[in-house]
């Protein structure tokens, strides 16, 4: 993603909610000290919502030998 125009530091103090609408719509700011880059503003992550438990329900599967492993693994952990 490429950065929008850069903001110097006095620019981004008067503009600051200019800004920040920029980054919720997915654009990245640069902000510059004597025309110098010090800073990126960027947008954050989604966070993931679950729908509570078993909300995966279906869409994964565990194989029903899951938790037995291999004889010489087992023995290289000392299980057996």
């Known amino acids: ?13 008067t503009h600051f909610s200019r ?12 902000i510059s000290k004597a025309g110098e880059p010090v800073a990126k503003v960027v947008p954050l992550r989604p966070k ?3 729908t509570g438990r078993g909300s995966l329900r279906g869409q ?4 029903d030998d899951f938790d037995e492993l291999p ?7 000392g299980m057996r």
């Open 1 to 13: 993603m490429e950065a929008s125009k850069p903001y110097n530091v006095h620019e981004a103090k």
């Open 19 to 30: 800004i920040l609408e920029l980054v919720a719509t997915g654009e990245e700011v640069v």
């Open 48 to 50: 993931v919502r679950r």
């Open 60 to 63: 994964i599967h565990i194989a």
């Open 71 to 77: 004889d010489d693994i087992a023995d290289s952990f």
